[in-house]
């Protein structure tokens, strides 16, 4: 049983970063058309976008930021005349900030996680749904984490973005379902990507010990859950958050 996205076209967010780069090569090898999406890294997106064509599909990159409305606006339009409307969006664009407690986190940490995570999630669906509805089919795929179910210390500005986005895709989850739209979350865990495969530090042995399957995960078994939810073969799932982190959470019912 092959996953075959032939004829579809995927917007990537965030798909010149670590995980946006693998995930969007494997939709491309899916036989999907891919939007590179970056921000700053306008290099490594250019980079991807010569292996995606090698591929065989049609690719393009855009440029823009996800937290900002009308910046959402230009990037579907500029997608929609080039590969035409995204069948498949991938919410995956993330910022960074330093890691501390509750009292010492900058309030401007809180502000960038909400328009990365919420924000994100929201002007993508304003922008990209509507073709979906037409169209009857369509899937939005946003990329969460399992910090959203652990609550570390540390970790409040993060768990607050992922949070909240959770809260409105479950919500859009439920309102566009009719149209034949799944909207569902992959919750990777501490995975193994570029920058650390075969480093020394892509052993972590304390976090393997926590997991139930005693190792560190890969950035591609995340990009292979993105493919399955954009596929066929998931089609009657939608509201779900999936964790790909061996076991370390596991959402209880």
């Excluded at 193994?192 to 591609?220: C, N, T």
Aim: aromatic share 6%; hydrophobic share 45%; charged share 20%.
């Amino acid at each position: 049983m092959n996953i075959d996205l032939s004829k579809k076209v995927a917007m990537v967010t965030g798909a010149s970063g670590e995980l946006g780069r693998v995930i969007s090569r494997t939709l491309a090898d899916c036989g999907a058309d891919i939007a590179i999406h970056y921000h700053h890294s306008q290099t490594k997106a250019e980079a991807l976008l010569e292996e995606i064509k090698a591929k065989g599909v049609r690719a393009m990159t855009v440029q823009g930021d996800v937290g900002d409305a009308a910046s959402v606006k230009a990037m579907r339009q500029s997608v929609a005349a080039t590969l035409g409307d995204p069948d498949i969006i991938v919410n995956n664009a993330v910022v960074q900030y330093q890691w501390t407690t509750v009292m010492e986190q900058a309030i401007v940490d809180y502000e960038s996680q909400f328009r990365s995570c919420v924000l994100q999630n929201v002007l993508m669906a304003k922008a990209f749904a509507p073709a979906m509805i037409a169209r009857k089919w369509g899937r939005i795929i946003a990329i969460s984490t399992e910090c959203a179910m652990q609550n570390f210390p540390n970790q409040s500005a993060y768990v607050s973005g992922k949070r909240g986005m959770d809260g409105v895709l479950r919500v859009l989850a439920r309102e566009i379902g009719m149209h034949q739209i799944t909207v569902n979350q992959v919750a990777p865990g501490w995975m193994i990507s570029d920058k650390h495969r075969g480093a020394p530090e892509e052993r972590q042995p304390e976090y393997e010990a926590s997991v139930p399957l005693r190792r560190r995960g890969y950035d591609q078994d995340i990009a292979n859950a993105v493919a399955f939810l954009a596929s066929d073969l998931a089609a009657f799932i939608t509201g779900a958050y999936i964790p790909v982190a061996g076991g370390n959470v596991m959402p209880a019912i």
